[in-house]
């Protein structure tokens, strides 16, 4: 093959030997000169222009590799050393099919024919070739269109040094990711409580890139009484530090929870202590209560979703005030409100990576989970699978995803047997407490309960309206509420002071109720009630689910 040939036809060839050829006299004043020879004041010696430098020794002296081949099947017409150092030596005139096996294998070949259709330049960025080594390989036609001798020009580049760079790079972050969400998952409940009234399930989605895991979290929290605390939030950021603040806020709702305090002052809470974790981290939250003898869910939100709801009818609701913004802001005042959630109902708490899609409106995802929510139905684990399936949340979605769905089943038959109300309004005087002790009596006789828890729930109401009436304010209730797991006796009064237990004296004559009931019972507690007043209850677990 004529390489003198082939190396007129490189791009700027042409050009550059037509500058050469075209007389001074027809040049204009602002074109410009063709490299030629020039000498400097202290050298004699002619520096030679880049024109008249031979091809062969220059493509032969370049690190990088270079193939030449032409016509349809690629026919070598040359290699560089370089080439021949990585690969070995290549005869000339074979089809780069049986001759660069190494191209073949990265898939060069369709890309030679394309170059070699279309005229243009094609570039396949860093591929791992035989050798070990990274490449990046730039074809170029080096002839026109149609010309039966065309050819195309493989200059390969090595770039192994980048490649194993990005490759380590990629791999800390990918170790970063995994770090992240064994922290995330580590971190969100193992196991959801499962309250008596309640069928609750979860489900947490972490991002599919790489930089995507997020502090999403839920929760669900047993109060006592009957009640149940249930939260999701989302933290905003990503990576390590937003599971870790996750993890705090999760931990102070959980402890917070445990003074049963209304929704709103939960948040209020929980607004200063994200402030002091880090006063540049913001995350949103929504924190309910249900009381299955309200029949209610009562809520605060900071700056999170609404939550939806599902009536037993099919009618879907959504909660949209009070909302206040994220926690760590500061200097807002949190309020509480409250939807309907009675039996037959279902709720779904959820983050804004199941509706949230940057090519849509947020309000139109709300609505779409809305009909999802609306023709979902079966076990909260399934309404829970469906809402992510009808969201198109996938494996490689772009933001976390935390769902919590909740069921208040309706029940009846036997099923509704095992659970009971019974409530009795107290009146001053002292025939207040036997009142209260014949009404438990005969209520506990009537649900069948042994003689021993029986008499144990009688012992428990009596104290607790005993002390209803030395320290509380009409108006007085005992209400005495039955599960299949458990009994519950709650005793309300228009008072706001909260009964504390403490150790009475031997010579003291009060100040034992308290602590008999605390003594007797499986728990005890007591918080105030929304229109004032407080409730003190206690629980006993039913024999057949003590452990």
Known sequence: MNFTRWSARLPGTQRRAAARTESPDRRGEGSVPAARAERSADDETAVPAVDELPARDVLDRVPALVALVHGPDHHIGYVNDAYTAAFGARPTGTPARDALPELAELGLLPLLDQVLRSGKPRTLKSRKAVDGRSYTFTCTPVAEDGDRDAGVLVFATDVTDHAEAAERLRASERRQRETAVTLQRSLLPQELEQPDDLRIAAT???????????????????????????????????????????????????????????????????????????????????????????????????????????????????????????????????????????????????????????????????????????????????????????????????????????????????????????????????????????????????????????????????????????????????????????????????????????????????????????????????????GGGKAVWCEFVLPANRP
């Open 204 to 530: 947490y989605q972490p991002g599919g890139t790489e930089a995507a895991v997020g502090g999403d979290w839920y929760d669900v929290i047993t109060l006592g009484g009957g009640r149940t605390a249930l939260v999701i939030g989302d933290v905003m950021g990503r990576g390590v530090r937003a599971a870790a603040v996750m993890g705090q806020l999760r931990t102070a709702v959980r402890a917070y929870a445990r003074l049963d305090l209304p929704p709103h002052e939960v948040l209020q809470l929980l607004d200063g202590l994200a402030a002091e974790i880090d006063a540049n981290q913001i995350a949103t939250c929504v924190y309910a209560v249900h009381d299955p003898n309200e029949g209610r869910l009562v809520y605060a939100s900071a700056g999170h979703l609404p939550i939806l709801v599902r009536d037993e009818n099919g009618t879907v609701s959504r909660t949209d005030e009070p909302n206040g913004p994220p926690l760590g802001t500061g200097g807002w005042m949190h309020a509480s409100g409250s939807i309907a959630l009675g039996p037959g109902s279902t709720a779904v708490l959820y983050t804004d990576g199941l509706v949230e899609r940057r090519d849509a409106d947020l309000d139109e995802g709300i609505a779409k989970l809305a009909g999802a929510l609306a023709g979902a139905t079966g076990t909260p684990q399934v309404v829970c699978d469906r809402l992510v399936r009808s969201a198109g949340v996938t494996a490689d979605h772009d933001d976390d995803v935390a769902v919590l769905v909740l069921q208040h089943p309706a029940r009846t038959g036997p099923d509704g047997d095992l659970f009971r109300n019974a409530a009795l309004e107290l009146l001053g005087g002292v025939e207040a407490a036997p009142r209260a002790r014949a009404f438990a009596s005969g209520v506990l006789t009537s649900w069948r309960f042994p003689a021993e828890l029986h008499d144990l729930g009688v012992l428990a109401t009596s104290e607790l309206v005993a002390n209803s009436l030395q320290h509380g304010t009409p108006p007085m209730r005992l209400r005495l509420r039955r599960t299949d797991r458990r009994l519950i006796v709650e005793v309300t009064d228009g008072d706001d002071h909260l009964p504390r237990r403490r150790r009475a004296e031997p010579g003291d004559e009060s100040g034992r109720g308290i602590a008999i009931v605390a003594t007797i019972a499986s728990s005890w507690g007591c918080r105030r009630t929304p």
